[in-house]
């Protein structure tokens, strides 16, 4: 019986309600942390954190049900953890710092394993100074598909194609010395030996005083403040996959084909995206699909958000898509740059007709 117990505890914490863990596809990632320079433009490289060496970082696209198995190796000297932006699963998957799990240190791994539910557009980003983070490249699309296939968006609005785009913004400057300050606050952890506590969490805190937190972080010596303020980053350049516009991933269809977009904004600041030539739908928020579809041509997507848009072109030729926040539209202040993409309607006849300037 007592071998028994830690069984049935393990069934339970990969038990989702309403999922059957029955014949479960499992899918399988490796994701390396590294530091390294990123180029965002041919003339502009930022010292970035990579996953693979990519940003964003590898897309998990799996069916609702399905077990995402995710090993993290840290390779770099500072503390992550992953954390699954919406999704609902066993807490000691939920790539919390300190509150799930300790911090994945330098030349340390750790696998995540979990039921991919629910189903919707969700995403994954580090949890460990997580402002620092997230600006620094460590994040990427986490797409469940629906189990029920009348439950699917694609199949509901006949979609021809789907895409991912996933927005960041970055300060280059502030992001260069970004770097150093987390290593600074890796070393105030060592130094301090400031540990936290785990406790109970039935309403008591993680440190039961707060003369313990200042004794517990100046054990050492170390006395505050134990770090100078971050400043401000200042955001320059707004990034769709990793670039700024005319880096930005464009899409290609014709008059009567239906484009599904996965909106993700893994950023710090909002953006508001006007489509030019067209309306779309609103079809699902957060992952979670709308009872009653919302009609635009602008949409704002808000830090931590996502919105799945269907849109249905009438009207061949190239049209802009940019932030209307113009700010957002810039690269370093020039326009145009940032948050802005095309999209290419062709007619009847597949061609799509260009610009030229004359």
């Known amino acids: ?56 970082g590898p897309k998990i696209e799996v069916t609702e049900g399905d077990i995402v198995e995710v090993k993290v190796i840290n390779n770099t000297p500072l503390p992550h953890t992953i ?9 000691n998957q939920d790539g919390v710092p300190y509150v799930t799990q300790d911090p994945i240190k330098k030349g340390e791994s750790f696998t995540y394993r979990f039921v991919a539910y629910p189903a919707g557009t969700r995403f994954w980003h580090c949890h460990w100074s997580t402002l620092l983070h997230i600006s620094g490249g460590m994040y990427g699309p986490l797409i469940i598909h629906p189990k029920d296939s009348s439950k699917d968006l694609n199949k509901i609005y006949n979609v021809s194609q789907d895409r991912t785009f996933v927005i960041d913004s970055i300060d280059p400057e502030w992001q260069e010395k970004m770097l150093t300050m987390m290593e600074k606050m ?13 406790h109970k969490m039935s309403g ?23 770090l100078e303020p971050l400043p401000k980053p200042t955001y320059k350049y707004h990034l769709i996959n990793g670039h700024p516009y005319p880096l930005t991933p464009s899409i290609k269809t014709k008059v009567g084909e239906t484009v599904r977009l ?50 249905q072109p009438k009207i061949p030729g190239w049209w802009a898509v940019h932030d209307h926040a113009e700010w957002g539209s810039t690269n370093n202040g020039h326009f145009p740059g940032g948050t802005m993409f095309l999209i290419g309607v062709a007619d009847k006849k597949g061609k799509i007709a260009d610009y030229t300037p004359k």
């Open 204 to 226: 008591e805190r993680l440190f039961s005083s707060p003369e313990e937190f200042v004794n517990a972080v100046e054990k050492e010596g170390y006395k505050s403040p134990y």
């Open 262 to 311: 996965w909106l993700i904004n893994a950023g710090n600041i909002p953006h508001y995206l006007h489509f030019h030539g067209m309306q779309f739908l609103v079809v699902a928020v957060d992952g979670n699909t709308l009872v009653n579809p919302i009609e635009l041509n602008t949409v704002p997507i808000f830090p931590g958000q996502t919105k799945d848009l269907t849109l």
């Open 1 to 56: 019986m007592r071998r028994l117990i830690p069984i049935l505890f393990i069934c339970f914490c990969l038990a989702i309600p309403s999922v059957s863990t029955g014949a479960q596809k499992v899918h399988k990632y490796t994701f390396n942390i590294t530091i390294g320079k990123w180029k965002i433009l041919p003339d502009v490289a930022v010292k970035s954190l990579m996953i693979n060496n990519q940003i964003p």
């Open 186 to 198: 890796h070393a105030m952890e060592e130094k301090a030996n400031a540990k936290m506590k785990m």
């Open 83 to 91: 954390h699954w932006h919406g999704l609902e699963l066993a807490n």
